[in-house]
């Protein structure tokens, strides 16, 4: 039990409550999708790479949250003993800008640019990581119908298989946080922090 918190009753501690809230929940977001394991989906190989699929169910995480290990620059290794004999597994570190990266592309495609708004981030940020999710093989990129100078960010099939994973984590996540918030005010808590952030 924290004995240090901010007073409610000054509004001045809102600055202080945003972050002390935004760094505790996105620990724990990190700590659920760490690691995505992706197995073969079937036994032979095309191109020299393993055909992947995600594996379902939350158990992935919990696999992955007994392994030893903290986040890497790449967005995945090949780990070729496997498990079960069954030829290996990919896995998968996401940082939780990726986590954000990943369910925008769900929701439509997109580039560069507009992600480093919708995130607030920099450009070379956003690059810099849509580049490593392209080496995994979750994005695909092509040249814009609009401006063939300029690519459109698109999610691959693996891509989309991660994404449920990830929100079926996030909604488990959800509901353990959601023991402290009553569920009527979650609507009015979401339209406050989107005022807040225009």
Same mark, same amino acid.
């Given at each position: 039990?924290?004995?240090?918190?901010?007073?409610?009753?000054?509004?001045?501690?809102?600055?202080?409550?945003?972050?002390?809230?935004?760094?505790?929940?996105?620990?724990?977001?990190?700590?659920?999708?760490?690691?995505?394991?992706?197995?073969?989906?079937?036994?032979?190989?095309?191109?020299?790479?393993?055909?992947?699929?995600?594996?379902?169910?939350?158990?992935?995480?919990?696999?992955?949250?007994?392994?030893? /290990?903290?986040?890497?620059?790449?967005? /995945?290794?090949?780990?070729?003993?496997?498990?079960?004999?069954?030829?290996?597994?990919?896995?998968?570190?996401?940082?939780?800008? *990726?986590?954000?990266?990943?369910?925008?592309?769900?929701?439509?495609?997109?580039?560069?640019?507009?992600?480093?708004?919708?995130?607030?981030?920099?450009?070379?940020?956003?690059?810099?990581?849509?580049?490593?999710?392209?080496?995994?093989?979750?994005?695909?990129?092509?040249?814009?119908?609009?401006?063939?100078?300029?690519?459109?960010?698109?999610?691959?099939?693996?891509?989309?298989?991660?994404?449920?994973?990830?929100?079926?984590?996030?909604?488990?996540?959800?509901?353990?946080?959601?023991? *402290?918030?009553?569920?009527?005010?979650?609507?009015?808590?979401?339209?406050?922090?989107?005022?807040?952030?225009?």
């Amino acid at each position: 039990m924290r004995t240090q918190r901010p007073d409610v009753e000054d509004a001045r501690n809102l600055f202080v409550l945003l972050r002390n809230a935004h760094v505790l929940l996105e620990r724990q977001l990190g700590e659920v999708v760490a690691r995505i394991i992706l197995a073969d989906a079937t036994t032979h190989h095309e191109g020299g790479g393993a055909t992947r699929r995600a594996v379902s169910g939350l158990e992935a995480w919990d696999r992955s949250r007994r392994t030893a /290990g903290n986040l890497v620059g790449d967005a /995945g290794r090949w780990d070729g003993d496997g498990e079960g004999g069954d030829g290996g597994a990919w896995v998968v570190n996401l940082t939780v800008v *990726d986590v954000h990266l990943l369910r925008r592309l769900a929701v439509r495609p997109s580039s560069t640019a507009l992600l480093a708004e919708y995130l607030l981030c920099t450009h070379p940020t956003v690059r810099r990581r849509m580049a490593v999710l392209e080496g995994s093989g979750l994005i695909d990129r092509s040249p814009s119908y609009r401006d063939s100078r300029m690519n459109t960010l698109t999610l691959s099939d693996t891509g989309r298989e991660v994404v449920q994973m990830i929100e079926r984590a996030m909604d488990g996540l959800l509901d353990v946080i959601g023991d *402290d918030v009553p569920s009527e005010h979650w609507r009015a808590l979401l339209q406050d922090l989107d005022t807040l952030s225009r």
